[in-house]
């Protein structure tokens, strides 16, 4: 007698087990980042996205989503499915200062994502306008000090962490600024040049071109270490500020859930990325420090950041609505 052709099969199945789960990954992954195209985050994410690409086999997109100071871009990843084709390029305004400052966000930051690995730290470099007089933070100090209030200095916006490293120098050096804040980088970085504004901190990637040119004047970059790509300026500790260490810093995290094989083959891929030559190549010459986590100390990295500039945005009163 004849098996039916349907039976045959379902035979078969049993016989063999069930047909295996596909490698990950098996088709093209993304990469969402929450801001412009062309920042220090965006260019970040697509130089590691390419690594990534030749090792997988597989597209690994880039997609900005802009707005709301990372949030769409956030919420996006935090509504998808935690199967890893959606991921977050994240940084420390999206994942440790907009809890803070924002009086609600769409999705519990708290629980939202799983941490995977930070892919780099930016620094920043506090700049002054050529015709600024100071050429030094100790003359900045000593300049605010004898004109209180009467110095300005340029953000990419109330509440980033470019505002928040600003407020951080006020309070270690006993000093007040006025805040000028601009709708991005570009426009406070253009005023800047042209006097409009005396001092910016900026992320390196930003200014360093600038300031290799004599557009800007390099005071300090708010790291442990000089940048590789400005040698010449010293670190904010180097110029007196103890504690002044600052900047933002770039991760990927993926949605809540997201299972425990796929966070440690990714953060194991994105570690020997950021540790390959010439990723590593690119990410120095854009002013960042490459540097790998495991998904532990990143977490730990975005609690630690919380408490510091919460702490801030909490005594400064400060809040986007």
Not at 1 to 16: D, G, H, K, N, Y
Not at 50 to 67: D, F, M, P
Not at 184 to 206: K, N, Q, R, W, Y
Not at 218 to 242: D, F, N, Y
Request: with cysteine; aromatic share 6%.
């Amino acid at each position: 007698m004849r098996i039916p052709r349907a039976l045959s099969f379902a035979a078969l199945v049993a016989a063999c087990g069930a047909a295996p789960a596909q490698p990950y990954p098996s088709r093209s992954v993304t990469f969402i980042v929450p801001f412009s195209p062309g920042g220090g985050t965006d260019i970040s994410a697509r130089t590691v996205a390419a690594k990534l690409t030749s090792k997988w086999g597989q597209s690994v997109v880039v997609e900005n989503r802009a707005g709301a100071g990372g949030i769409l871009g956030a919420d996006a990843v935090a509504r998808a499915k935690p199967d890893g084709y959606t991921l977050l390029i994240a940084n420390v305004g999206t994942q440790s200062i907009n809890p803070t400052l924002y009086p609600k966000l769409p999705y519990d930051p708290d629980h939202a994502f799983a941490p995977i690995s930070l892919i780099c730290e930016l620094p920043f470099v506090l700049m002054a306008s050529p015709s600024f007089p100071p050429s030094s933070v100790k003359e900045l100090v000593a300049y605010v000090k004898a004109n209180p209030g009467k110095v300005t200095y340029a953000s990419s916006g109330l509440g980033g962490s470019p505002h928040l490293t600003a407020e951080l120098f006020q309070l270690l050096t006993g000093t007040t600024l006025t805040h000028i804040p601009y709708k991005g980088g570009g426009p406070a970085m253009t005023d800047l040049m042209a006097g409009h504004v005396d001092i910016l901190f900026a992320s390196v990637l930003e200014g360093s071109g600038f300031i290799k040119t004599g557009k800007l004047k390099g005071l300090a970059v708010t790291h442990a270490k000089r940048s590789p790509a400005l040698p010449e300026v010293p670190t904010i500790g180097e110029a007196g500020v103890k504690g002044g260490e600052s900047g933002s810093w770039i991760a990927l995290l993926g949605p809540a859930g997201l299972p425990a094989a796929i966070v440690s083959k990714v953060g194991a891929d994105v570690k020997e990325a950021v540790a390959a030559p010439e990723v590593q190549e690119k990410l120095i010459a854009q002013g960042a420090v490459p540097q790998a986590s495991t998904p532990a100390e990143l977490q730990a990295l975005i609690d630690a950041d919380r408490e510091r500039y919460g702490r801030i945005i909490r005594d400064k009163k400060l809040k986007v609505e």
